[in-house]
T-cell receptor, first 116, second 112 residues
Framework: GAGVSQTPSNKVTEKGKYVELRCDPI?????LYWYRQSLGQGPEFLIY????????DSGLPNDRFFAVRPEGSVSTLKIQRTERGDSAVYLC??????????????FGPGTRLTVL | AQSVTQPDIHITVSEGASLELRCNYS??????LFWYVQSPGQGLQLLLK??????LVQGIKGFEAEFKRSQSSFNLRKPSVHWSDAAEYFC??????????FGQGTELSVKP
């Protein structure tokens, strides 16, 4: 079956611009996660959705970052007033059940964001 | 606070040799532990996970890991490395909500 997909695969923007990154989870998966991976680092947790609601947004670095999942499927990560430090690969993952700690998270290929 | 340390940034082994990648974690309760592999241009793929029970966990591609509570470690092993195992390996600890905390990663190179 289809895995987690993310669009676009690459995004180049200018400092100060607004960007949206999209994640399509595996069909039927109720939990959805966003992570950010900077060069040479492991992924860093941003936010986790259970259904339509954000169950844990403790990893969002500041109020320029926002994510939605209005129908409990596709999610969009939105970044306002982008800064060069936002350049990273943004990863999305989904899991099949309650989003509990034992669930396997399936990762998408990521969106590489470059802020010039 | 939860944290994961992978002490080795880069390891090189010869094809056919054994492999051990180190992972140490910090977590207050019984941890949920994971190993993921990331190949160039590929997404993160789960190799194995540990929640409870037998402390030696078998995974895909011939990998195994051993949970040692006394050492706060979850080292990944493989008896004989193949050239296709060259990739970045990440250890992670998870909480009951599903949030994963990843280590910095260990890059594995395989010599022919």
């Amino acid at each position: 079956g289809a895995g987690v997909s993310q669009t676009p695969s690459n995004k180049v923007t200018e400092k100060g611009k607004y960007v949206e990154l999209r994640c399509d989870p595996i069909s039927g998966h109720t939990a959805l996660y966003w992570y950010r991976q900077s060069l040479g680092q492991g992924p860093e947790f941003l936010i986790y959705f259970q259904g339509t609601g954000a169950a844990d947004d403790s990893g969002l670095p500041n109020d320029r970052f926002f994510a939605v999942r209005p129908e409990g499927s596709v999610s969009t990560l939105k970044i306002q007033r982008t800064e060069r430090g936002d350049s990273a690969v943004y990863l999305c993952a989904s899991s099949s059940t309650s989003g509990g700690g034992t669930d396997t998270q399936y990762f998408g290929p990521g969106t590489r964001l470059t802020v010039l | 606070a939860q944290s994961v340390t992978q002490p080795d940034i880069h390891i090189t082994v010869s094809e056919g040799a054994s492999l051990e990648l180190r992972c140490n974690y910090s977590y207050g309760a019984t941890p949920y532990l994971f190993w993921y592999v990331q190949s160039p241009g590929q997404g993160l793929q789960l190799l194995l996970k540990y929640f409870s029970g037998d402390t030696l966990v078998q995974g895909i591609k011939g990998f195994e890991a051993e949970f040692k509570r006394s050492q706060s470690s979850f080292n990944l092993r493989k008896p004989s490395v193949h050239w296709s195992d060259a990739a970045e390996y990440f250890c992670a600890v998870g909480n009951q909500g599903g949030k994963l905390i990843f280590g910095q990663g260990t890059e594995l190179s395989v010599k022919p």
